[in-house]
């Protein structure tokens, strides 16, 4: 059975940096394209980036671009998801997802930004 479980949320300031970390448990994880979304209170999930089964491949949504970093460790099971220049809009619970032959979610890690 797969598990992601995410990590290192917590409350920061602005401008601050965080690095989220999502563990993968399980098989095969080389052949899941990973990705972070998020969801702010009162609004919907939301992608944030993803990265392809290799690494060599990201995408990012506008409002992180230049800011965020999504990397991954095959050999350790893991994606990460690095913030900089963290601002309040950035607040939001942090979902890790994986898709291959199903997709499968996190639990979600709280970040919040404080002004």
């Known amino acids: 059975q797969v598990q992601l479980v995410e990590s290192g949320g917590g409350l920061v300031q602005t401008g601050a940096s965080l690095r989220l970390t999502c563990a993968f448990s399980?098989?095969?994880?080389?052949?899941?394209?990973m990705a972070w979304f998020r969801q702010a209170p009162g609004k919907e999930r939301e992608f944030v980036a993803s990265?392809?089964?290799?690494?060599?491949?990201?995408f990012y949504a506008d409002s992180v671009k230049g800011r965020f970093t999504i990397s991954r460790d095959n050999n350790n099971a893991a994606a990460y998801l690095q913030m900089n220049s963290l601002s309040p809009e950035d607040t939001a619970v942090y979902y890790c997802?994986?898709?291959?032959?199903?997709?499968?979610w996190g639990q979600g890690t709280q970040v919040t930004v404080s002004s």
């Open positions: 997802y994986g898709a291959f032959s199903f997709d499968v």
């Open positions: 990265i392809s089964v290799s690494g060599a491949n990201t």
């Open positions: 399980g098989r095969s994880f080389s052949s899941y394209a």
